[in-house]
T-cell receptor
């Protein structure tokens, strides 16, 4: 099976702009979670989508949003970019059902730099 | 709320054994995961504990005590390639598949 893919891998934006990141989960996986990773804060949970619905949300401002399509692919959007949004954005997919054990498989991430 | 603590850095030598501790507080525990992340790469799954006790997987073992809110990852016969960040993460009941991560422990293995 192909792994989780994320596009683009690298992105440079300026303050005030908006950005859209894309994630394609492993075939058959219905849950997609997004995380932000920075050196100071580590991996922080942004949100999780399951069957096109946001199932959980972390403590991030409303500038961070996402959606999931019927084929389970997901996008996240960050509007009005700030310098502090510079980070590695990781997408993780899992089956999403079947009990507590739902290993998350991570994609390679998108490295966002805000200038 | 949730809180996960693990040491920031650890060092060890090849062939040795190292134990990375993780303490957590969560409102509805539903599993603890350990991930390994090499610099510049995505995290990869190492182990999962939901019941008390030890889970062994080759050179890696993970232990959980739910009453103490405590876990450790044990790495035996250390190799240079084990130099990486080790992430402890917990899942809350009712939180879908979302994971709350600690800030990670950077392990440096020297010869």
């Amino acid at each position: 099976k192909a792994g989780v893919t994320q596009t683009p891998r690298y992105l440079i934006k300026t303050r005030g702009q908006q950005v859209t990141l894309s994630c394609s989960p492993i075939s058959g996986h219905r849950s997609v979670s997004w995380y932000q990773q920075t050196p100071g804060q580590g991996l922080q949970f942004l949100f999780e989508y399951f069957s096109e619905t946001q199932r959980n949300k972390g403590n991030f401002p409303g500038r961070f949003s996402g959606r999931q399509f019927s084929n389970s692919r997901s996008e996240m959007n960050v509007s009005t970019l700030e310098l502090g949004d510079s980070a590695l954005y990781l997408c993780a997919s899992s089956p999403g059902t079947g009990g507590a054990y739902n290993e998350q498989f991570f994609g390679p991430g998108t490295r966002l730099t805000v200038l | 709320g949730q809180n996960i603590d693990q040491p920031t850095e650890m060092t060890a030598t090849e062939g040795a054994i190292v134990q990375i501790n993780c303490t957590y507080q969560t409102s509805g525990f539903n599993g603890l995961f350990w991930y390994q992340q090499h610099a510049g790469e995505a995290p990869t799954f190492l182990s999962y504990n939901v019941l008390d006790g030890l889970e062994e997987k080759g050179r890696f073992s993970s232990f959980l005590s739910r009453s103490k809110g405590y876990s450790y990852l044990l790495l035996k016969e250390l190799q240079m390639k084990d130099s990486a960040s080790y992430l402890c993460a917990v899942r809350d009941r009712g939180a879908g598949t979302a994971l709350i991560f600690g800030k990670g422990t950077t392990l440096s293995v020297s010869s």
